[in-house]
């Protein structure tokens, strides 16, 4: 079983997340706080302050060819997300959502600043397919555990881009020759491909929550429908897990929670 309601079984949970990579919790936020966070995402967007990324600097399947092409302004996420609003740091805070995540990296546990921490969209006409990837190509810490929490903004499933994830590929080693040199998961590779075939596309909806580790491998396709997709993200590693030095990882402190 992936998917937790209220009340939400601690224990439970977190044996699932040790043996799958993630879980998935069914109404977590009030439409009420959803509401509040999607109006002051709709603003940050709005203003378009650094720092964003756009779909054409990715270059990932389907993105605009340049940023001056058409679409070539469209922005995949906003980074930097807590530091913008209050009503960011209260979501990536909130108790309810800390007392879930500490059963899984520990008692005292830090807001990354760097990776995630960030507003991702799906535009209709312009989103790119992100391929099959783990977190952790470009984070660098001591340790790999890091947990990330996606909030949906709304409707998320496979035709408007919504995250598919591999249950338990987060114990899974591959050889070097599985990765292209971006380090996506090549997905005719003969140790990719029966993996690859065990995904599961969820539906979710307004208020749900993926906790999911940042080994566990994920994809996510673009948005084919005519409304946007919006999601917000926030990473977490324990206290006393460290960024290595000099490192991206290190580049902003975190904010320990």
Same mark, same amino acid.
């Given at each position: 079983?992936?998917?937790?309601?209220?009340?939400?079984?601690?224990?439970?949970?977190?044996?699932?997340?040790?043996?799958?990579?993630?879980? $998935?919790?069914?109404?977590? %936020?009030?439409?009420?706080?959803?509401?509040? $966070?999607?109006? %002051?995402?709709?603003?940050?967007?709005?203003?378009?302050?650094?720092?964003? =990324?756009?779909?054409?600097?990715?270059?990932?399947?389907?993105?605009?060819?340049? $940023?001056?092409?058409?679409?070539?302004?469209?922005? #995949?996420?906003?980074?930097?997300?807590?530091?913008?609003?209050?009503?960011?740091?209260?979501?990536?805070?909130?108790?309810?959502?800390? %007392?879930?995540? #500490?059963?899984?990296?520990?008692?005292?546990?830090?807001?990354?600043?760097?990776?995630?921490?960030?507003?991702?969209?799906?535009?209709?006409? @312009?989103?790119?397919?992100?391929?099959?990837?783990?977190?952790?190509?470009?984070? #660098?810490?001591?340790?790999?555990?890091?947990?990330?929490?996606?909030?949906?903004?709304?409707?998320?499933?496979?035709?408007?881009?919504?995250?598919?994830?591999?249950?338990?590929?987060?114990?899974?080693?591959?050889?070097?020759?599985?990765?292209?040199?971006? =380090?996506?998961?090549?997905?005719?590779?003969?140790?990719? %491909?029966?993996?690859?075939?065990?995904?599961? @596309?969820? #539906?979710?909806?307004?208020?749900?929550?993926?906790? @999911?580790?940042?080994?566990?491998?994920?994809?996510?396709?673009?948005?084919?429908?005519?409304?946007?997709?919006?999601?917000?993200?926030?990473?977490?590693?324990?206290?006393?897990?460290?960024?290595?030095?000099?490192?991206?990882?290190?580049?902003?402190?975190?904010?320990?929670?």
């Amino acid at each position: 079983m992936l998917e937790f309601s209220h009340p939400i079984d601690v224990s439970a949970l977190r044996t699932t997340f040790a043996e799958q990579g993630l879980v $998935i919790l069914r109404g977590f %936020a009030p439409l009420a706080e959803v509401a509040l $966070i999607r109006d %002051a995402a709709m603003k940050a967007l709005q203003a378009r302050a650094e720092p964003l =990324e756009l779909e054409a600097s990715l270059a990932y399947p389907g993105a605009p060819s340049s $940023i001056d092409a058409q679409g070539g302004q469209t922005i #995949r996420r906003l980074r930097g997300m807590v530091a913008r609003s209050p009503v960011f740091m209260q979501w990536a805070t909130h108790p309810r959502l800390l %007392a879930l995540l #500490r059963p899984l990296l520990g008692e005292r546990i830090t807001l990354t600043q760097v990776h995630h921490n960030s507003l991702m969209t799906k535009q209709p006409s @312009f989103s790119s397919d992100t391929l099959w990837h783990r977190d952790l190509r470009y984070w #660098r810490f001591s340790q790999p555990q890091l947990v990330s929490c996606w909030l949906a903004l709304g409707d998320e499933n496979p035709e408007n881009g919504g995250l598919g994830f591999i249950p338990a590929s987060h114990h899974l080693t591959l050889p070097e020759a599985a990765f292209d040199a971006r =380090e996506f998961l090549l997905a005719e590779h003969p140790d990719a %491909a029966p993996w690859i075939a065990k995904a599961q @596309f969820p #539906r979710l909806s307004a208020g749900d929550v993926v906790l @999911f580790d940042a080994r566990t491998f994920h994809a996510a396709s673009r948005n084919s429908t005519e409304k946007t997709k919006y999601s917000l993200v926030m990473s977490y590693h324990a206290s006393d897990n460290l960024p290595l030095k000099n490192s991206r990882s290190a580049a902003e402190p975190g904010v320990d929670c």
